[in-house]
């Protein structure tokens, strides 16, 4: 009877929910409501923004790195001036032969004649390369004259692909102008880039050097962390015991992946090159110290995967005698496959944009033909990235993002077929 | 024939001592009539791999011995082919000596400095045929020993699965025991050069002085010659890119890009965003640090000047620091989404009933019941952050200065770490040995933060479960 008179007591007069004011309140609920949703919907629009602008800042520079500017030039291939004969340049000595001539004071002759005096500044310091690929595939040529498209110096090449800015020199765009009249001026696309490993000269460089180097390290790293992370994460996910190795094992494996990349570095650094005097700038290495830091990632997928596959199978196949090893070789791994493949691919994408542990262990150096093996001195495509845009030559500011727009299209495949292989053989049980 | 071949080799012959028992163990394996599945104990696949690891096995592990010994066997005969009188007489001519030969015989260099090195490298290249020769004929006697061995237990009583799953076994074990091997080699390599630093530097000096300048003298007398180790200015730069500028970049963008795609959008929305905000954590960081060194940086002095704040550089913390912080945004969205779902879904229909509208749900209910777990995702990006190396190296600059003008330059650990390694490098003086040191430091701050957040992380996810 007490509670009752209580609640009676200190009953009150219903909201009006009309008045003014609380339909002021709901209103002011209703705005922060949609504030907030719009600052979320905001804060990934800036997210997104930011990628695009990336993205864009590096097509908008680098889609001229893989077109050059060329220019006409007729060169007399004088065999006296050039100490040559026919004989010598079919021969096998033929590459000495020509690497002993003047070809390149010739083109620059050349050049000089053709476009007046400062001309053979107008075509780039290696242009004489390519005179000489055309004669050594091509011995008739000797003693004719012939024309030549020779690659542009950095300069004509900006001015041409109208990048110059404020840096321009009125001489060179002067020059260009005239040449384009002329119709002595072409733009077409650089094979070269492709092809070509680093160089001096801007206009000159490739790619492919520092792909190949990438893709030996990336063989490398796979071949080692593969079989050890799939070995791994099947111990510690079916046979493991629980004890205090096994824990140890757990937490080194959940802090090596936390461990920033650079502190790999150090490791290659004073073990792989100072301790068992491995060579510096190999991939050998390189793919060594990315397997270490690539191993992690590759466990702690395989464990997810593996831990998917139901039990049942398992019990299954126990009970119809396999082996514990029989069970996990014919039936639990290649279920678990697929899951593995896909971490896998997710940790080379990782390992093959890595920059800062190959700095440590000398992949930066100036190599300037693709590598041979994995002993051979190699850079790869992200420490290229980083070496062109240290470069103070506008030229190199196109090649630099070219080389980016080159690394994300091969990371996006790699991406891309993770995705597919998830969704076209992983089950769910 | 190089060792290389010889490995080849022993790989061939352990498939045919694999073909062979294949062959012996299926005679034995068909399945006898009156009896239950043949008379053999193990299946034919089984004893053929029992077969090939004995062919194989103890002959390259022997291999692989004898090719860290045979370089210096090879190198002593090179030596020795030479004529008493030529031999060289100190420590650094032999080793001179032998770089030149190494590299005639590889083809990189056509003539050498030193008249002997062709001498030498005629019994260098005598020596390498010899050696090889004996290393091919101890190894094929181990692969014939063992496969005839292996061979003569392929029984049908013989239980060679056993003997198979063991080895395999120890393969699984010696496979997981890479990742404490990695641990220790990291911790014992920054421990061991970094002691030799503290030999020179003393500790306290270098975790609290204020002057970095590692600088070696190239005279004695030369002002500066002793070079300052003072890490503090450092630690600094590191804490204020990596922990502070990048942090008030990452943590509201992130959080309001969690709370949108867990709490707003449609589950369709929310398939095409979040694997378009996990391409930011995709793209390389060297292409972060040259957007941010190319285009954000300029943009950002010219904003400064135009403002007319001092101290504007070229190279400015907050150049590295924003780009950073979204570098960082994905991992702290995916954490904050993690937590958020795991708010058990009754907490959420509660507020939802009382009439709260969602964001009053969301700021009220949601985000402090998911605050330990979004805490943690903010420790693990900072220790992400802190241990970021291209974007400060291309963007941050060098100068080692306690500012907190975000418009100055400043340097960081992992900035400083790449600057003193990749130039000429001496193995014994402080400056190089000082990059080890701050490895150290790295490594433990790193290792502390993820130690700690795992553990906040995972006494949440426990408390709700």
């Known amino acids: 009877m007490m509670a009752q008179a209580n609640v009676t007591t200190i009953a009150r007069a219903p909201t009006d929910w009309s008045s003014p004011a609380m339909q002021g309140r709901i209103r002011r609920r209703y705005r922060s409501e949609r504030l907030f949703k719009a600052a979320g919907l905001?804060?990934?629009?800036?997210s997104m923004l930011f990628l695009a602008l990336l993205l864009a800042n590096m097509l908008l520079n680098g889609a001229s790195g893989f077109r050059q500017t060329e220019v006409l030039v007729p060169i007399t291939l004088d065999p006296g001036v050039l100490m040559l004969d026919r004989a010598r340049i079919t021969g096998p000595e033929a590459e000495q032969a020509l690497a002993a001539s003047n070809l390149d004071g010739m083109t620059a002759e050349a050049a000089d004649a053709a476009f007046g005096k400062g001309g053979a500044r107008l075509v780039s310091d290696g242009a004489w390369l390519r005179v000489r690929e055309r004669l050594l595939a091509d011995p008739a040529m000797l003693g004719r004259t012939a024309s030549f498209w020779l690659p542009a110096a950095t300069a004509l090449d900006q001015a041409a692909k109208g990048k110059a800015g404020s840096h321009a020199d009125p001489d060179v765009q002067a020059a260009y102008d005239r040449l384009k009249a002329a119709g002595k001026v072409r733009t077409s696309v650089n094979l070269g880039f492709l092809t070509g490993a680093d160089s001096t000269d801007p206009v000159l460089v490739g790619i492919w050097g520092a792909f190949k180097g990438s893709l030996i390290t990336m063989l490398v790293t796979l071949i080692i962390s593969f079989p050890i992370g799939v070995l791994s994460a099947l111990y510690l996910e079916e046979y493991a015991p629980r004890n205090r190795w096994t824990d140890l094992i757990e937490v080194s494996i959940n802090n090596l992946a936390a461990v920033p990349s650079i502190i790999f570095g150090l490791l290659g650094l004073a073990v792989f090159l100072n301790f068992m005097n491995m060579p510096r700038s190999a991939p050998l290495v390189g793919g060594l110290t990315l397997a270490l830091m690539t191993l992690p990632v590759i466990v702690i997928a395989g464990r997810?995967?593996?831990?998917?596959?139901?039990?049942?199978?398992?019990?299954?196949?126990?009970?119809?005698?396999?082996?514990?090893?029989?069970?996990?070789?014919?039936?639990?791994?290649?279920l678990a496959l697929p899951g593995i493949l896909t971490g896998t691919i997710v940790g080379m994408a990782r390992a093959l944009g890595e920059t800062a542990p190959l700095l440590m262990i000398g992949m930066r150096a100036f190599i300037a033909a693709a590598p041979e093996g994995v002993s051979s001195p190699a850079t790869v495509l992200p420490v290229q990235i980083f070496l062109w845009s240290d470069e103070v030559s506008r030229g190199f500011v196109e090649k630099t993002s070219a080389a980016i727009i080159v690394l994300l299209v091969f990371l996006l495949g790699m991406n891309g077929l993770a995705i597919y292989l998830r969704n076209r053989f992983e089950r769910r049980w | 024939m190089s060792l290389f071949m010889i490995f080849l080799l022993l790989i061939g012959l352990g498939g045919i001592g694999w073909i062979s028992a294949r062959i012996r163990a299926s005679a034995f394996a068909a399945p006898v009539a009156g009896t239950v599945g043949g008379r053999a104990h193990s299946r034919p696949a089984q004893h053929a791999w029992y077969v090939a690891l004995w062919t194989a096995g103890p002959a390259l592990a022997m291999l692989a011995l004898w090719s860290c010994v045979q370089p210096t066997l090879v190198n002593a005969d090179a030596i020795a082919s030479l004529p008493a009188i030529e031999r060289p007489a100190s420590d650094v001519e032999r080793q001179s000596l032998l770089a030149e030969v190494h590299a005639l015989a590889s083809g990189s260099i056509h003539a050498a400095f030193d008249p002997r090195a062709d001498e030498a490298l005629t019994g260098w290249r005598q020596a390498q045929t010899r050696w090889s020769l004996i290393a091919l004929g101890v190894a094929l006697a181990a692969a014939i020993a063992g496969g005839a061995w292996g061979f003569s237990r392929v029984r049908p009583d013989f239980r060679a699965r056993n003997a198979v799953e063991r080895v395999v076994m120890f393969a699984l074990i010696g496979a997981s025991l890479i990742a404490i091997i990695t641990t220790f080699g990291i911790v014992a390599s920054l421990l061991f050069e970094s002691l030799r630093f503290f030999k020179t530097v003393s500790p306290l000096d270098f975790l609290f002085g204020l002057n970095w300048s590692p600088q070696t003298a190239l005279r004695a007398d030369q002002a500066g010659s002793s070079g300052?180790?003072?890490?503090?200015?450092?630690?600094?730069?590191?804490?204020?890119?990596?922990?502070i500028i990048a942090m008030v970049v990452a943590i509201p963008l992130g959080l309001m890009s969690a709370v949108y795609l867990t709490q707003y959008a449609r589950p369709r929305t929310r398939r095409l965003l979040k694997p378009m905000l996990e391409i930011l954590a995709g793209v390389p960081t060297v292409v972060y640090g040259y957007f941010a060194a190319l285009t954000v940086a300029p943009a950002i002095r010219s904003f400064a000047v135009m403002v007319g704040i001092p101290g504007a550089s070229s190279e400015s913390a907050l150049a590295a620091g924003a780009v950073m912080g979204v570098m960082i945004i994905p991992f702290v969205s995916s954490m904050a989404d993690d937590s958020i779902n795991a708010v058990p879904r009754a907490m959420r229909d509660g507020s939802l009933a009382m009439g709260a509208t969602t964001s009053e749900t969301i700021r009220h209910v949601l985000v402090p019941a998911a605050l330990p777990g979004i805490v943690g995702g903010v420790l693990l990006a900072v220790s992400r952050a802190i241990g970021e190396t291209m974007i400060v190296v291309m963007a941050a600059g060098l100068a080692a200065k306690l500012t907190a003008n975000p418009f100055a330059s400043v340097t960081t650990v992992t900035t400083q770490i790449v600057q003193i390694l990749t130039g000429d490098q001496e193995f014994d003086s402080a400056k190089t040995l000082s990059a080890f040191a701050l490895g150290l430091v790295l490594f433990a701050v790193t290792l502390v933060l993820n130690i700690v957040a795992l553990r906040v992380v995972k006494k949440y996810r426990e408390a709700y479960e």
């Open chain 1, 42 to 46: 905001g804060a990934i629009g800036i």
């Open chain 2, 228 to 243: 300052a180790f003072g890490a503090v200015p450092l630690f600094w730069g590191t804490i204020f890119i990596g922990a």
């Open chain 1, 304 to 334: 997810n995967a593996i831990k998917a596959v139901p039990p049942s199978v398992r019990d299954a196949a126990l009970g119809i005698g396999a082996s514990p090893v029989q069970v996990v070789f014919h039936h639990v791994l290649p």
